[in-house]
């Protein structure tokens, strides 16, 4: 966001960079979610895990779609008043995608016990 004020060519290469890299966490993240969440698709819980798979979609498409703009505008040197703007909007839409998707998540653990093993004591 740092990079869209100053322009700077650091500000906007290290966005570059970052996006990346998050972007192929977001991809990372997305797998290893849907190969916990298996099995886990029946009552209050299903409800609640098919709505974070459904935000966990939205932040990989759109993480994926923000960094082929910014790898885009990177290769063909697009400095556009109009393509920074795009780039701005995907970046925020993205970080709010990545923030309820997380408190998705923590709602299937904290408030439904998603992946949650009861131990009993040992007598």
């Known amino acids: 966001m740092v990079s ?4 700077k060519e650091f500000f906007s290469q ?14 990372g993240s997305f797998f290893a979610g849907k190969s916990a969440g298996d099995g886990m ?3 209050s819980l ?5 709505l974070h798979e459904q935000a ?3 932040a990989l498409w ?19 008043a ?8 995907l970046f925020v839409l993205v970080i709010g995608a990545i923030g309820t998707t997380g408190y998705l998540g923590g709602q299937l653990v904290f408030k439904h016990g998603a992946g949650i093993e009861l131990g009993l004591p040992e007598f």
């Open 14 to 27: 290290t966005a570059f960079y970052l996006l990346v890299l998050g972007t192929l966490g977001t991809i």
């Open 4 to 7: 869209f004020f100053y322009k």
């Open 46 to 50: 299903g409800a609640a895990m098919e």
């Open 82 to 89: 109009w393509v920074r703007v795009v780039g701005f909007i």
């Open 62 to 80: 759109l993480s994926i779609l923000a960094a082929l703009l910014y790898l885009g505008r990177y290769i063909f040197k697009l400095n556009k």
């Open 56 to 58: 966990a979609t939205v």
């Open 41 to 43: 698709d029946e009552g």
